[in-house]
């Protein structure tokens, strides 16, 4: 059975800072590639980044580059999403996702997390 499982949400005051997870299980994503998505209410589903697990190579959406980071740990079997400097527009039911090439489109993803809310105040 493959699994992505993510965690981490919270409530957070803008300014501050969060750190998802996404625990995957069922099989070896060591050939995949890792991608983080958001979605706000009445809003398209975005993507954040995205991470090569081979060589950690990543990409990342205008709106949160240099304030996330998209990094994994093999041994854990589990990439995150680090967040800081938090605004109330990050505020989204975050997904994780896996995909056979490295893309931000979430139409080449084929496995997806059941997401976790983050809520940002202002």
């Known amino acids: 059975q493959v699994q992505l499982v993510e965690s981490g949400g919270g409530l957070v005051q803008a300014g501050g800072s969060l750190r998802l997870s996404c625990a995957t299980s069922?099989?070896?994503?060591?050939?995949?590639?890792m991608g983080w998505f958001r979605q706000a209410p009445g809003k398209e589903r975005e993507s954040v980044g995205a991470i090569r697990w081979s060589d950690g190579t990543t990409l990342y959406a205008d709106s949160v580059k240099g304030r996330f980071t998209i990094s994994r740990d093999n041994a854990k079997n589990t990439v995150y999403l680090q967040m800081n400097s938090l605004k109330p527009e990050d505020t989204a039911v975050y997904y994780c996702?896996?995909?056979?090439?490295?893309?931000?489109?979430?139409?080449?993803?084929?496995?997806w997390g059941q997401g976790t809310q983050v809520t940002v105040s202002s």
């Open positions: 069922g099989r070896s994503f060591s050939n995949y590639n």
């Open positions: 996702a896996a995909s056979t090439i490295m893309t931000m489109s979430p139409r080449r993803y084929g496995y």
